[in-house]
């Protein structure tokens, strides 16, 4: 296994078996859109344009015809006694389109309020075009707890990649530490070409989720139906 961090961490070749995935509750991301942007996929005065991404095999039909919630798309990870609850929400468009149309809204407007950030950060790593951006909630039920943010990993292709840079959303997030029922949330920045239509599992402290293979079909799933409720000429 490698690890790809440019900024932080060198590649190491490793090739032990992967554990088990672990999948768990835990607190829903803050429903108040947070810088939250329009309907429609493109903000390029405000620092993002869907162009940026790298097109996949996938088709990418207009917003507003899907009606998946968040949790559908959610990769959870439950840290041992309950102490730490983490939810990883990938914000690529031919995710966030399966969505239902308020919840698109809610988790564009994260995307494309941070835009300029996320492409500056993004060409200081070397990246040339738009990086993975995953939307992380941290939460905890014990009276307080705390986190290491660049402890989240991604596994992909045996190949460990850990975020060139994490962008706070919720004010407090830095300070690295949970009271009671408290979320902090941010978005971090993973190198653009990790694929999502391979299999991934996503790694904190020695707890392992590959909840993203099961996603992906619901994925497939919500496409096929939208692609049906898309007029043919809109």
């Known amino acids: 296994m490698r690890v790809m961090h440019k900024r932080f961490f060198r590649r190491t070749v490793v090739g032990f078996a992967i554990l088990v995935g672990a999948a768990c509750g835990g607190s829903p991301a803050p429903e108040s859109p947070v ?82 950030q996320i492409r500056d950060q993004a060409r200081r790593n070397g990246e040339r075009g738009w990086p993975l951006v995953l939307f992380v909630s941290f939460y905890t039920r014990a009276v307080e707890s705390t986190y290491e943010p660049y402890d989240l990993q991604i596994r992909s292709q045996n190949v460990i990649f850990r975020p060139f840079d994490i962008i706070a959303v919720t004010p407090d997030f830095n300070r690295e530490r949970l009271r009671q029922q408290e979320s902090q949330v941010a978005l971090y920045l993973f190198e653009g070409d990790i694929d999502l239509d391979l299999p991934l599992t996503v790694v904190y402290d020695r707890r392992e989720s590959r909840r993203w293979d099961a996603i992906k079909s619901i994925l497939d799933r919500e496409l096929a139906k939208v692609m049906v409720r898309v007029p043919t000429n809109p």
């Open 35 to 116: 810088g939250a942007g329009p309907a429609i996929a493109q903000d390029a005065d405000r620092g993002w344009n869907e162009s940026l991404e790298i097109p996949g095999a996938r088709p990418l039909p207009p917003a507003g015809f899907g009606t998946l919630s968040q949790d559908d798309i959610t990769i959870p990870i439950d840290v041992p006694e309950g102490s730490l609850f983490i939810k990883v929400t990938p914000l690529t468009e031919w995710v966030i389109r399966m969505t239902a149309p308020d919840t698109y809204r809610r988790l564009n407007g994260y995307k494309v309020a941070r835009g300029e």
